[in-house]
């Protein structure tokens, strides 16, 4: 028995949840994991993992040589990583994920310059908003937007998305600017963004003094992807709370209209998040430092906007409002 990766494969199972996963982070056959996990339960003379048909679980024993292989392993990946960093540059395929808005808006457009850094390291980029298994997929680490709610994870925060609340000016002529949050539940439609796979909506909450307001809109379209939803504001659809560095250029150009200036929406803060129990690797680790590099040099990541104060759009006319209301 190759005691070393049958420890591998053991911490695997472990985080993965499952023998087939784990045998494709491995790139073994699913049969090879099976073998390693067992001759190490016989090396040990002890029972590490519950199995049946459709899960697989840690006994108590399991539970605690987890924790002490883990923290051997890693140790031995550190070290074994800063001997390699000592030789030469960072190199390899480096698995990555992030969402639309950061990685259209920020990170993709900036990739020049790491590059350029780092020539050696092949990037395999994944963009969208729908959360990945780091694990079962097989990604080094993910730039997410957020509230960690895996506490397992390792994070380290790079920075905070902030967000702004805006309309077409069409659409504000036709539907009034509304004054208070309140009147968003009255006589608008929101624009919400959905997460994947769970169609969970993202809170449209607002904040002035010791005043918060969730509101819903009397209407609702939903998108799963930050940049269609501000897509859907610029044609006029409804009102939408986008990150600012989507549509600072629109409200710059007059295309969107501040909403409710006075009132703030909540920061979103971003992380680079990596698998558990893994220590960084060269390549990862020059990637999360360019990263916070990146992150704290971008203004809109620092503050809400760049702009100044837009003049308020003229409230709808009376003869627009019935208009309005005709399509209740």
């Avoid at 002890?46 to 048909?53: E, G, I, Q, S």
């Avoid at 208070?180 to 769970?198: E, G, V």
Wanted: glycine share 6%.
């Amino acid at each position: 028995m190759d005691k070393f990766q049958a420890m591998q494969a053991f911490l695997r199972v472990v985080e993965s949840g499952t023998f087939v996963k784990a045998a494709e982070s491995m790139q073994l056959p699913k049969p090879t994991v099976t073998r390693l996990i067992q001759s190490l339960e016989e090396h040990l003379s002890v029972k590490l993992l519950n199995r049946t048909t459709r899960r697989v679980s840690v006994t108590s024993e399991g539970a605690a040589y987890y924790d002490r292989a883990s923290r051997l392993l890693g140790e031995l990946d550190e070290l074994e990583s800063s001997v390699v960093a000592s030789r030469s540059a960072p190199k390899g395929r480096l698995k990555i994920d992030m969402p639309g808005a950061l990685g259209i808006g920020v990170i993709v457009p900036a990739l020049g310059s790491f590059r350029a850094k780092y020539p050696d390291i092949d990037l395999e980029i994944g963009i969208g908003d729908r959360s990945v298994d780091l694990i079962g997929d097989n990604v080094d680490c993910v730039v997410r937007g957020g509230e960690l709610r895996d506490q397992s994870l390792i994070a380290r925060r790079v920075g905070d998305v902030h967000m702004v609340t805006c309309a077409s000016p069409g659409y504000l002529q036709a539907h009034g600017m509304p004054s208070h949050p309140k009147d968003l539940d009255a006589t608008h439609t929101l624009i919400r963004h959905s997460t994947q796979p769970s169609g969970r909506l993202f809170p449209f909450r607002l904040a002035k003094d010791h005043e918060t307001v969730d509101a819903e809109g009397r209407r609702m379209i939903t998108v799963n992807d930050t940049n269609a939803s501000v897509a859907a504001a610029a044609a006029g659809l409804g009102i939408v709370c986008a990150p600012s560095l989507l549509v600072q250029a629109q409200i710059g150009s007059g295309a969107l209209v501040l909403v409710l200036p006075e009132w703030d929406a909540p920061f979103i803060p971003i992380h680079v998040v990596y698998p558990p129990n893994r220590h960084l690797s060269a390549k990862v680790r020059v990637f999360v430092d360019w990263v916070v590099e990146l992150f704290s040099a971008h203004d809109l990541l620092q503050r809400k906007s760049t702009l100044p104060e837009r003049p308020a759009p003229v409230a709808a006319s009376p003869a627009a409002r019935p208009r309005a209301e005709a399509v209740d």
